[in-house]
């Protein structure tokens, strides 16, 4: 469907207002967008066009757009649709025209399409919608004296005559697009969802149990308890309902149907017309209501679960990678063993081993040892273990390792890091691919090891949902949420720009312009020709055409290579300001990117062209002072408190540190150390009132907590940041209407995530390193 200009003006209109942006701005963000541009791209180097419009608006601008064009599209087939029934008249299309959402169209649309044979048309062709005008037009008269005029065949009675009247005046009010709002309206504002227990089901349902007697405004439900009690009523084990607040909001309803027919007397016609207003809420209406707030509801828990799901995955990706370091990645195990591998500075694969220090080997001796060999060498200088099975203890082996080092060996860091995931990774196509001949579990290990050295790099192999940092992830739509992951991921990677020598091809994929089939040919470029010597070689790749690369190359870099603004954010049509910029300082470009102080004395203004405006000069300007600088934060742990380690170890007062894991809407999620993360509600996040966690927490981060209610049968852990150290969190904890959240069990069943600047434990050797420290040193002599 074409849009016409006036419509397309519209839209942007429509768009600009919720952006915050300016007609212009979002009509050349969209034609843009039109012509193939990514957002990331329009973003950084389209700021002139579109008046600096950031990613955040250019994402929902592209969400918005989608749905208004569709809108448009809908309202052109209904307008087309009554057109072809004779039936529009110009109030009709200017309603259709007015409309600002798909309800309301859908709603003026109700009338005239086409259904099903009904009652009502049945009670038509039987005669007696006659009978209805002549009870609407006389409210003083007797609906059954009147009925006894339209007796036939095919309606014996007065009551079936009446029932027949009945049906068409219901089917009229069910279409009345101005009901429809007026009641939509008044139960957004007024309905309240119940819960309740289905009979016999209480003991199977025990995890729902908080919503077995639960009721509260429909309009103010937290996107958690929507989903959860949606979850309970798909499992067969609640009743949910929407409704209007007690007796009176029933009879308001009803009142309100009424209200169309203006019923107002006594008379009998009045209170025929009364008592069927009445009927056709409780029957009709009131039910096609529940349903659509009911679905209203989903969509909006739905939406705000998504939105949690990328912000925490946002925060997750941009956490802080350790750094090009030879790094062992350990993935724990009791009966299976410890699987270790090490990699290179590049991520390389270049050793592995499995250990048995646990049951039912218990080769822990040897098992130090060989941890010890590795270190040395390779010159280990992470450690990364994973946070699963037997992780505690595989920790203490470790320290117990890094305490019987020779002097002559740096002592690694031993980094504790999320294995969520890593088993996907680990079965996965990609996986095969890049390690044929490696066992499985042994490929675990390599991602643990990478996520520490890059967590952005090696995230991107994974499926978002298998990270666990969701709400509810499995219940929303699945499309909307697949689609909302990839624009987090697409706008990180592009933020932090991509090494184009050292990239892999799900990294690559990400990239703005290319895409898995041009990402593969890349690599396959690079691995035939070797590494790219500049951003023009790009241009030899197969299949990748000038747009693609108009798209790609600013967030690509080249280190070493023969044009020292690769290595930067620089676009290549930039190029030329950018080296008149470096021509006024009379100076090598090499010496000048990463100087700060070498372009103080010019002025951005004086480099403005036609093509390349004042927002980008003054980019170029930033870039050369910073090239390609990281928008990641430095690399910092978390020590955990030492002999806390189980749940058990745990008491109301202690003061730890941990790392935030998730952050839900209710709260976040922070790991201690004991195999269970506690929870911090948002009532006990700041000595403020605080809407949204994500204003205090993002996942990642390093916070100090201390213990408020340990629950160890329920495996829930109560936290607090608040300053008094929670004095009074139990007290409002137990005041607080609504469900209780508790700490989140670590597992396949309750995913979680951990930025890789995960916290680093602090533990005390076992036992008897001296006997360890003569092995260690035995071992290195016979190497």
Not at 84 to 96: F, V, W, Y
Not at 251 to 274: F, H, I, N, P, Y
Request: aromatic letters at 4%.
């Amino acid at each position: 469907m074409d849009i016409t200009p006036q419509t397309q003006m519209r839209i942007a209109q429509t768009i600009a207002g919720e952006i915050n942006a300016s007609a212009k701005q979002v009509s050349a963000a969209v034609a843009l967008l039109d012509e193939g541009a990514t957002v990331p791209f329009v973003a950084r180097y389209r700021k002139e066009a579109t008046g600096g419009l950031d990613d955040t608006q250019l994402r929902t601008l592209a969400d918005r757009l989608d749905y208004l064009r569709e809108m448009e599209k809908r309202r052109v087939a209904i307008v087309e649709s009554i057109r072809s029934q004779d039936m529009l008249t110009d109030d009709l299309a200017r309603s259709i025209a007015q409309a600002e959402t798909k309800a309301q169209l859908e709603d003026i649309y109700l009338p005239f399409k086409p259904k099903r044979r009904t009652k009502a048309m049945i009670a038509r062709e039987n005669g007696l919608e006659p009978l209805l005008e002549a009870i609407l037009a006389d409210r003083t008269c007797d609906p059954e004296a009147l009925a006894g005029g339209y007796l036939s065949e095919a309606v014996p009675g007065t009551k079936e005559a009446l029932n027949g009247a009945r049906d068409i005046l219901t089917e009229r009010l069910c279409e009345n697009a101005t009901l429809l709002g007026r009641l939509r309206d008044y139960l957004q504002s007024e309905a309240v969802l119940t819960a309740k227990v289905v009979e016999g089901k209480e003991q199977a349902g025990a995890k729902f149990s908080d919503y077995f007697a639960h009721s509260e405004a429909w309009k103010s439900v937290p996107s958690h308890r929507a989903l959860a009690m949606l979850r309970g009523s798909n499992e067969g084990i609640l009743t949910l309902d929407v409704s209007p607040p007690g007796e009176e909001g029933v009879t308001r309803a009803e009142e309100m149907v009424a209200a169309v027919l203006e019923v107002r007397g006594q008379g009998g016609g009045d209170k025929w017309l009364r008592k069927v207003a009445g009927w056709t809420w409780r029957v009709k209406l009131s039910l096609s209501m529940m349903l659509e707030l009911m679905a209203d509801l989903r969509g909006r828990a739905q939406e705000d679960a998504i939105n949690v799901f990328a912000r925490n995955l946002k925060d997750l990706l941009f956490a802080a990678p350790a750094g090009a370091r030879p790094t062992l990645g350990l993935d724990p195990g009791i009966r299976t063993g410890v699987k270790a591998a090490v990699v290179d500075a590049t991520g390389k694969l270049v050793a592995t081993e499995t250990l048995y220090p646990f049951q039912p080997k218990n080769d822990l001796r040897g098992a130090q040892v060989a941890i010890a060999k590795l270190i040395a060498a390779h010159g280990v200088e992470l450690i990364a273990i994973g946070n699963g099975t037997a992780s505690r203890e595989t920790e203490r082996m470790v320290a117990e390792v890094l305490k019987g080092l020779p002097a002559k060996i740096k002592t690694p860091t031993k980094v504790v890091v999320s294995e969520a995931g890593a088993s996907v990774y680990s079965a996965s196509e990609l996986a095969a691919r890049e390690f044929p001949d490696l066992d499985v579990s042994l490929r675990g290990a390599v991602s643990i090891a990478r996520r520490l050295q890059d967590p952005l790099a090696e995230l991107v192999k994974i499926e978002p949902k298998s990270i666990g940092v969701g709400q509810y992830q499995h219940d929303v739509d699945q499309h909307k949420l697949s689609k909302s992951l990839e624009a987090v991921i697409e706008d990180v990677v592009n933020a932090v720009g991509v090494d184009l020598n050292m990239a892999s091809a799900p990294l690559l994929s990400h990239v703005s312009g290319l895409g898995p089939g041009l990402a593969e040919a890349v690599v396959s470029h690079r691995d035939q020709n070797g590494a790219f010597a500049s951003r023009r070689d790009l241009l030899k790749v197969a299949r990748l055409g000038p747009k693609a690369f108009e798209q790609c190359a600013g967030f690509l870099r080249i280190q070493g290579g023969k044009e020292p603004l690769d290595a930067s954010a620089v676009h290549p049509e930039s190029y030329g300001v950018a080296r008149k910029i470096v021509a006024s300082c009379g100076r090598d470009i090499r010496q000048i990117m990463g100087d700060a102080t070498a372009l103080k004395s010019l002025r951005a203004e004086d480099f403005v062209e036609a093509e390349v405006g004042l927002p980008t000069v003054r980019d170029i300007f930033a870039e050369l002072e910073k090239p390609g600088r990281d928008p990641r934060p430095s690399f910092v742990t978390a020590s955990f408190a030492e002999g806390v380690e189980q749940i058990s170890d745990l008491k109301p007062g202690m003061v730890l540190e941990g790392t935030v894991t998730n952050v839900a809407a209710f709260g976040a999620f922070v790991d201690i150390g004991v195999h269970q993360d506690g929870l911090v509600h948002v009532s006990q996040l700041a000595d403020r009132f605080v809407k949204d966690p994500h204003e205090v927490v993002k996942t990642g981060q390093v916070v100090k907590v201390t213990v408020v209610e340990v629950d160890a049968p329920r495996k829930r852990i109560g936290l607090t940041m608040k300053k008094d150290g929670g004095a009074s969190a139990k007290e409002e904890r137990n005041a607080r209407s609504g469900p209780r959240e508790g700490a989140r069990p670590k597992g396949a069943n309750a995913p979680r995530g951990k930025a890789s600047a995960a916290p680093k434990r602090q533990t005390t050797g076992g036992s008897d390193t001296g006997a360890l420290g003569a092995a260690l040193m035995d071992a290195f002599k016979k190497k």
